[in-house]
């Protein structure tokens, strides 16, 4: 119920690629996306949250044994690490803005991972929740749209932007 009210023509996720004007290009922000999902569909955030081990109060336990079934469970240290290696290589392009909008709070040194980290599983529950919606509503194409615009300005070879596209991106 929740991604259906999301990908509601009400909500304003129904995007004409060919139709936007450059007010509607300037106006697109993932923060407020992420609000109106937060706002929108709480539960499926929260789950989201749970599986990408956010930190939300429904949040799966991780260690370094196997569950109940044998199954490993997954501890992502080792890829934090990773992660923070790359941020670290990262100057090209300054992320630091974009980062601290969407963790919503002034980074000092002491919490910036914690920051990188928060902003990054808010952009993959934003993209998460966008293909779902899509998947309900075709029309429901918001972040689709910018992105593929996007990725047409940058002169994206077609062959990746129709790879994105047929998985929902």
Do not use: C
Request: aromatic share 4%.
């Amino acid at each position: 119920a929740e991604v259906r009210r999301l990908a509601s023509k009400d909500s304003g996720s129904h995007f004409g690629a060919s139709s936007a004007t450059t007010e509607q290009l300037e106006q697109f922000n993932v923060k407020d996306m992420a609000q109106g999902m937060i706002h929108s569909a709480p539960e499926l955030w929260a789950l989201l949250g749970a599986l990408l081990g956010g930190g939300e109060k429904y949040s799966l336990p991780v260690s370094d044994e196997v569950d109940g079934d044998g199954d490993a469970v997954m501890d992502d240290s080792q890829d934090s690490e990773d992660n923070d290696s790359y941020w670290d290589q990262v100057d090209a392009v300054d992320l630091e803005g974009f980062i601290n909008g969407l963790a919503s709070e002034n980074v000092s040194k002491k919490n910036i991972r914690a920051s990188r980290r928060s902003a990054i599983i808010k952009i993959k529950k934003v993209v998460i929740i966008s293909i779902m919606m899509q998947s309900v509503q075709p029309k429901s194409n918001a972040l689709q749209s910018i992105i593929g615009i996007f990725l047409q300005s940058a002169h994206t070879p077609q062959n990746v932007i129709d790879t994105l596209a047929r998985i929902g991106i």
